[in-house]
């Protein structure tokens, strides 16, 4: 096998123009009126305006790059443009044969590729001219980039070029040609952290086919600093992905004073698209390190090796020094904490924990906080949470988050519609209709209301019930939770005050089949409990019987999860007494019951309104009702039934990634196969525990009840789970009207792995507990 050439020490091609202007005729079919050469490190590049008023960029490559480096880099702009149109790099123009490339013999005698592709428009700019948000722009087209390239591979992708940052260590060979002993030795440091801290940990990160040359030199900008174009896939090969971060951050970034604050901005914009994983965040530093230290070296070895094209070699050398002064002068360690931080989208600095405690306290003194001694946090992703120390938690709590924390789709989509546009809804625009299609598409029910959170929806939902029954009556159950507004509390007997108890709303036993007055051992159970239905209504009198509101779960009366004949029984009732049927989804919605997407569905039933809120953008506010159009008929038209924020576009960019996630990602299924998984644990957790009385529960949303022997609820031993759990870094809850039943809804994306230490630290808390 022939030995690969260094494409670094090979000498870069010299054609006239004259046999460059016969090559284009002869090969390309193109007739050049003038030829404009481009700066270049190893190929020869020029600018052609053809006769017939085109403009086209003309590659000669170095002969060290073979065939197959060629095509890789065409199959990998074909990739591009097939996956992500929008990015603008260049489309290769085919030879007169329709290939690719053509062969040359040079006038060396060496054969040589050409290549014709299209001219980009645009100008090279210097970062000293950038804004802020020209960097995070620049940031986040690393990352397109990256994602564009994630799916491509090649067999010559294994191309071995110093420019690789996973090859830094060969450096060293090289640097007797850095005649300054004060900057060899600087990089002899840089070299020497990157052999003991990065080096081993390489082959563990993701990796994939990178462009690796994300520069200011082939990245162009318009006029409004806005990326327009993309060029130079030389140094294209396969390494870690982070990597691709770190070369975007020293090259784009070194000769400016803020370098180091700039690269915050660089490196938010790439997350805002592409999260990194904690280890390759906290590389990242040594990686620009690596990257500035190849650019000292390598300037200083290939200047002198062609001295003609020294400038060009050499112009970026003055900027990566600076860069490492500034990175030596602050600590490598600070400057690896403040990117990891920026990875993460965090501050630079966290407030002590006392601290922002007792500021709080202060400023928000009707805030409530979980746990005796509160969880402060800082990021999360997927199903973790983290504090300031770097502590993760296992978030098993959590339905806000329903597709992960930090979800990158979700990020990207409002990351990206937060740039584009951000208004209300009073304005035409694709995505509340797309998401309002979306939604109904799912659902017996065809129209939609955007809003901002659960208890907007359900606050709407009652104004329509009662103007659709000329009513003002309504039926919940025994401990409820519907929402906050003047309206829902009344609706959310969980919240009430002692003693309280609106004039209008009547309440009905939740169904509790293991400690209620109707058990799951006896025959027709659930629809004994619908039965109660009957009775409330008649108890609202005078007001009238206007709506049901069920969470099919019945999440804050204890996780109850009745058979479907409960809400089959509740629905025939709540007709026949000519009431509306509202499903409020804003706990156990969006897929956690792993049967659908819609907790009401097993039932078979046909709400009359459906409510969603909570983890309908993933964090992001935004919540729907969708109701029935001959009830919202009932409501005037001069009626607005508006709301400044309530769809939006973020928010619903939002909500369409968040149901994308779900359908792409199979998280329904996931929630079903986990939760089964999860549940079976847990049963077994009782057979060793007396303490559980009871497990119960869909998909991930499961209920672990405490209990004495007599049944008794044991909420003191419950609240005691919890915080030792919290300590031992998982994070749950209590519910139910006497606080004793184990909250566990976690992230749709919880795993198996997740699920055992879930297990496994519950039942030595169970152990340990008393």
Same mark, same amino acid.
């Given at each position: ?20 202007? /016969?090559?284009?005729?002869?090969? %390309? ?24 008023? &085109? ?11 073979? *065939?197959?480096? =060629? ?6 702009? /074909? ?37 014709? %592709? ?6 090279? !700019? ?15 087209? !690393? ?47 840089? *070299? ?63 000769? &400016? ?36 230290? !190849? ?36 600590? %490598? ?52 949470? %983290? ?12 339905? @806000? ?6 979800? $990158? ?34 659902? $017996? ?20 019930? /009662? ?33 309280? *108890? ?69 629905? &025939? ?76 576009? =973020? ?39 007396? @303490?559980?009385?009871? =497990? ?9 009840? *405490? ?41 749709? @994306? ?21």
């Amino acid at each position: 096998m022939a030995q690969r050439l260094d494409p670094l020490a090979t000498t870069p091609p010299a054609f006239d123009p004259e046999a460059i202007a /016969r090559i284009l005729r002869d090969r %390309f079919g193109v007739e050049a009126s003038t030829l404009a050469p481009l700066a270049g490190e190893r190929d020869q590049n020029l600018r052609v305006d053809t006769a017939d008023g &085109r403009r086209l960029l003309f590659k000669i490559s170095n002969p060290a790059d073979g *065939l197959s480096i =060629v095509e890789m880099q065409a199959a990998a702009l /074909r990739h591009i443009e097939r996956v992500d149109p929008g990015l603008p790099v260049m489309r290769v123009l085919p030879d007169i044969v329709g290939e690719s490339w053509a062969e040359v013999r040079g006038p060396d005698g060496r054969n040589y590729p050409v290549r014709l %592709f299209t001219f980009l428009p645009g100008r090279v !700019t210097a970062n000293t001219s950038l804004t802020t948000q020209a960097i995070w722009s620049l940031g986040q087209t !690393t990352a397109r980039l990256g994602r564009a390239l994630r799916g491509f591979f090649h067999p010559a992708a294994d191309y071995e070029i110093l420019w690789d940052l996973t090859h830094a260590a060969k450096l060293r060979v090289l640097l007797n040609h850095v005649s300054d002993a004060a900057r060899r030795s600087q990089v002899e440091r840089v *070299l020497d952290r990157f052999e003991a801290r990065v080096e081993p940990v390489l082959p563990t990160l993701r990796a994939q086919v990178i462009h690796a040359d994300m520069s200011l030199d082939n990245v162009l900008l318009d006029d409004d600093l806005r990326v327009s174009g993309i060029v130079d896939f030389g140094d294209m090969t396969h390494a870690p992905l982070v990597c691709d971060l770190a070369v975007s951050v020293a090259d784009m970034l070194h000769g &400016r004073d803020d370098a180091i604050d700039a690269a915050e901005a660089l490196i938010g914009g790439y997350v805002s698209v592409t999260l990194l994983e904690d280890e390759e965040a906290g590389l990242l530093a040594d990686l620009v390190a690596a990257r500035l230290a !190849t650019e000292v070296t390598v300037a200083a070895w290939h200047g002198g090796l062609y001295p003609d094209n020294a400038a060009y070699i050499t112009s970026s050398e003055p900027g990566a020094r600076a860069f490492l002064d500034a990175i030596e002068a602050m600590g %490598f360690d600070a400057v690896t904490r403040r990117f990891r931080d920026a990875c993460r989208g965090l501050p630079y600095r966290h407030s002590d924990t006392g601290a922002l405690l007792e500021r709080r306290r202060r400023a928000l003194p009707r805030s409530p906080l979980f746990y005796q001694h509160p969880v402060h946090l800082v990021r999360g992703e997927g199903v973790w949470l %983290f504090g300031p120390d770097d502590r993760r938690y296992l978030d098993c709590y959590n339905n @806000v988050p329903v597709v992960g924390h930090g979800h $990158p789709r979700v990020v990207r989509a409002v990351a990206e519609q937060q740039r584009l546009l951000a208004t209300h809804s009073r304005y035409l625009h694709e995505a509340i209709v797309e998401l309002a299609e979306r939604l109904k598409a799912t659902l $017996p029910l065809d129209a939609v209301l955007v809003v901002n959170s659960g208890s907007e929806a359900n606050d709407l939902a009652w104004r329509i019930a /009662r103007a659709a029954t000329g009513r003002a009556g309504a039926v919940v159950s025994a401990y409820a939770y519907h929402g906050l507004t003047e309206a829902t509390h009344a609706l959310s007997p969980e919240d009430w005050a002692k003693g309280e *108890l609106p004039a209008h709303v009547a309440t009905v036993p939740a169904p509790d089949g293991y400690r209620g007055p109707y058990r799951r051992d006896t025959g027709g159970w659930a629809e004994r409990y619908a039965a109660h239905i009957d009775g409330a209504a008649q108890a609202l009198g005078g007001h009238g019987f206007a709506a049901i509101y069920v969470d099919p779960a019945f999440t804050a009366d204890g996780i109850l999860v009745p058979p479907p004949a409960y809400l089959a029984q509740a629905a &025939r009732r709540t007709r026949a007494l000519g009431g509306v049927l509202i499903a409020d989804e804003v706990q156990a919605g969006h897929g956690r019951y792993g049967t659908g997407l819609w907790s009401f569905q097993p039932s078979g039933i046909e709400p009359d309104m459906v409510a969603m809120g909570k983890p309908m953008g993933n964090g992001f506010p935004v919540a729907a009702l969708v109701v029935r159009s001959q009830l919202l008929a009932a409501v005037p038209e001069e009626v607005e039934l508006f709301s400044t924020f309530g769809g939006n576009p =973020v928010a619903c960019a939002a909500a369409l990634a968040v149901l994308a996630v779900i359908e792409d990602e199979g998280l329904v299924a996931n929630a079903a196969e986990i939760g089964s998984y999860l549940r079976q644990g847990l049963e077994a957790l009782a057979g060793r525990h007396p @303490v559980i009385g009871d =497990v119960r529960g869909e998909g991930l949303l499961l209920g672990v009840e *405490l209990a004495d022997g007599d049944r008794a609820p044991a909420a003191g031993r419950a609240g005691r789970v919890t915080e030792a759990m919290r300590e031992r870094g998982i994070l749950i809850s209590t519910t139910g009207p006497a606080g004793n039943v184990l909250k566990i809804r976690p992230p749709l @994306v919880f795993q198996r792995e997740h699920a055992d230490l879930l297990l496994q630290t519950l039942g030595d808390v169970l152990a340990t507990t008393g």
